[in-house]
Structure formats: structure tokens, C-alpha cells
């Protein structure tokens, strides 16, 4: 058993939070580039957190052109046990309104522009996203803030444009929640990488399909965060402190994910790749090697 360790990967400002203490910005080298940003350290409630911004500080990387890779595997390094994503999103559902928050349970990834695994050419492994959120961390999200709307889909498309109400009206066909452009391959990734991995949803426009609404634009959008900020650094405090002390196995094994995900033989990998993956794959690859 270890002592969990909390990785927040959001937007500007959830990072200053009251009674983080021992705050240093942190680089982190990465075999798979460059993260989005440095990592904010501290600790709260006696434990350590880990923030890290994805679009980089003063929003300088699109949806598309972040290196989520690179983001995970140096959550990863740090020690990084479980990531609360937190992400902005349109709503696909007219009871979910505009400074609502959604802890999401299911995704479709419409993403295709963007590297979604740290495997591939010399070993390549398969890991199960059937149940794509740690059902663990989202129980200690929704038991942290009894707002929270609990369970739906979002869909994560590639942008960095917004959709156009053929889309929007298409999405709800098929009876998602909400749409973002974040969330993947981020929770491949993280899955791959064996962390617990949930995600808020702060709702911050209707899309584009809502007839009484106007269309989403970054005015509203950045409006809306500024005023969920408080209530979103409020909750990722509370879920510091819910978090045990020790940290046991993951029942559901996000923990475990790459158990038995590993396909190609010891002696058919290549070794270069072999020794990119020490942080995310180490533990099975000392296993199998």
C-alpha cells in the first residue's frame, strides 16, 4: 500500500487552492516530448497533489496540438496514483444547464488527429476501456459535492472548432450529455498508464443546438469558468481530504490494467520502445521481460 497521490489536470486558476503548501513548479522530461506545461506540487490535507495545465499556462496549446502523452507519462512519473480531470464542456441535454457539473461515466471519442497510445510497432498491447472512469474516484467526486450530476456520456471531438448544429443535433441522436475536446485520448492514456482516472464536467454553453440560446463562443465560455472556479477548487479540495490515507488495490483494476493487456513476446520487442515505457509499462515490463 502507498500513500495516494493526486494528479488535477485542468485549466488556469484550479491550482490555486487554499491550503496548498510546499508549491513548487516542477519540469518533468518526458521520452514522449514535451508536457503542456510544468507541474504545480504541493500538499494538502497531508497529501501530495500534482496540477498540471493542459492547454499550458496563458492557454497556449489547442485541443489538438496538445501532447497527451506526455502529459500522463510525467503525471505517471511523479507518482502520480489517480488524475481528476477537470474539463469544459457544451451540454447536449436541456436539463443540464450552463454552470452545472456533470461527473461523466462513459465516452466517444471522435478525435483523429491525435497520438491515442504509448504502445504500438514493437509492442503492442491492448487495455480494456469498457468502463473508462475510475468508479472508485468517481464515488469520493460525488460524495465530495452533492450537486454534482453523477453518470453520462461526453463526446470528444477533435475541434478546435465548434460544431455545427448538424453535429450537435447528431450527438444528442445519440443520447450523449455533453461534448468537449479534451477528455481524449487523455483517458486512454491514462488507463494504459494504469491511473485511476475521472472526469468533472463544467458545463458552460448549450452548443449550438438550442433554440432559446445563443451559440457557444469563448465570451460565454470563459465566463461561465470564472464563475464555476471557486465551487471547482472547492470540490477538488474536498476530494483531497475524502482520499484514504493508504492507498489500496483499485477494485474495479485501473491499477492493473496492463495485467494482461501486453501481446507481443519478450523477445519480439524493441527495445527502444521497451525503455520509453519504463514509467508507464514498467511494472509489467520487469514482470514479462
Known amino acids: 500500500m502507498t500513500a495516494p497521490f493526486l494528479g488535477v489536470i485542468g485549466g488556469s486558476g484550479l491550482y490555486q487552492i487554499d491550503g496548498l503548501a510546499s508549491t513548487r513548479w516542477v519540469e518533468v522530461k518526458s521520452p514522449f516530448g514535451k508536457p503542456s506545461d510544468a ?3 504541493g500538499e494538502l490535507e497531508g497529501l501530495k497533489v500534482a496540477f498540471l495545465p493542459r492547454h499550458g ?8 496540438t496538445i501532447n497527451y ?4 507519462d510525467a503525471l505517471k512519473r511523479l507518482g502520480v496514483t489517480d488524475v481528476l480531470s477537470v474539463s469544459a464542456v457544451g451540454s447536449l441535454k436541456e436539463s443540464l444547464h450552463p454552470g452545472d457539473f456533470l461527473l461523466v461515466d462513459q465516452f466517444i471519442d471522435r478525435t483523429f488527429a491525435r497520438e491515442k497510445s504509448f504502445f504500438g510497432e514493437g509492442l503492442v498491447a491492448h487495455v480494456s476501456m469498457a ?4 468508479g472508485r474516484l468517481a464515488n469520493l467526486v460525488a460524495g465530495a459535492d452533492s450537486r454534482i450530476a453523477r453518470g453520462g456520456t461526453y463526446v470528444v471531438m477533435e475541434g478546435p472548432q465548434f460544431s455545427t448544429k448538424a453535429e450537435s443535433e447528431l450527438y444528442r441522436s ?8 479534451t477528455n481524449m485520448p487523455e483517458a486512454k492514456l491514462a488507463r494504459e498508464a494504469e491511473l485511476c482516472y475521472a472526469t468533472i464536467a463544467m458545463v458552460t454553453d448549450y452548443d449550438c443546438w438550442h ?10 465560455v470563459v465566463k461561465v469558468l470564472h464563475a464555476n472556479a471557486d465551487r471547482a ?3 477538488i479540495k474536498s476530494v483531497v481530504a475524502a482520499l484514504p490515507k493508504a492507498r489500496t488495490t483499485c ?9 494482461y493487456a501486453l501481446i507481443t513476446a519478450p523477445e519480439a520487442r524493441d527495445p527502444k520502445l521497451v525503455e520509453k515505457l519504463g514509467a508507464v509499462a514498467g511494472r509489467v515490463l520487469k514482470q514479462s521481460g
Open 174 to 181: 445519440w443520447g450523449a450529455s455533453v461534448i468537449g475536446m
Open 131 to 134: 468502463h473508462p472512469v475510475c
Open 233 to 235: 477548487r472547492g470540490l
Open 251 to 259: 477494485p474495479q483494476g485501473c491499477d492493473h490494467a496492463l495485467e
Open 211 to 220: 433554440p432559446d440560446h445563443d451559440h457557444v463562443s469563448v465570451d460565454a
Open 57 to 64: 499556462r496563458g492557454h497556449r496549446h489547442s485541443p489538438s
Open 39 to 41: 507541474i504545480l506540487t
Open 69 to 72: 502523452r506526455a502529459n500522463i
